[in-house]
């Protein structure tokens, strides 16, 4: 088992910045890649970013490469996306997630965090 807790939302202006953290608890946190995900009221959950065990491969969504960067830390059991430039339409719930092999698709993903709030004013 890995237990994921979600920090660092809360309300921004557009055109300004966040950084999430997760930090994981349980099972070796270097064994698992890590991704990030975000659902907006109505719609369905979407992969934003994923990074490998060892942070060797990072890759993004299309629609926030350039905007949103995912690393993590394995002596602190924690991954992190920092954001930029956010936009209104990035208002949404932003899950941590871990999987055993990396992947953008959530059902590659086994362990889910209960997410954080952000929203983005224009």
């Known amino acids: 088992q890995v237990q994921l807790v979600e920090s660092g939302g809360g309300l921004v202006q557009a055109g300004g910045s966040l950084r999430l953290s997760c930090v994981a608890s349980g099972r070796t946190f270097s064994d698992y890649a890590l991704g990030w995900f975000r659902q907006a009221p109505g719609k369905e959950r979407d992969f934003l970013a994923g990074?490998?065990?060892?942070?060797?491969?990072?890759y993004y969504s299309h629609s926030v490469k350039g905007r949103f960067t995912i690393s993590r830390d394995n002596a602190k059991n924690t991954v992190y996306l920092e954001m930029d430039n956010l936009k209104p339409e990035d208002t949404a719930i932003y899950y941590c997630?871990?999987?055993?092999?990396?992947?953008?698709?959530?059902?590659?993903?086994?362990?889910w965090g209960q997410g954080t709030q952000v929203t983005v004013s224009s």
């Open positions: 990074i490998g065990s060892r942070a060797g491969s990072r």
């Open positions: 997630a871990a999987a055993p092999n990396e992947g953008a698709s959530a059902h590659y993903y086994d362990y």
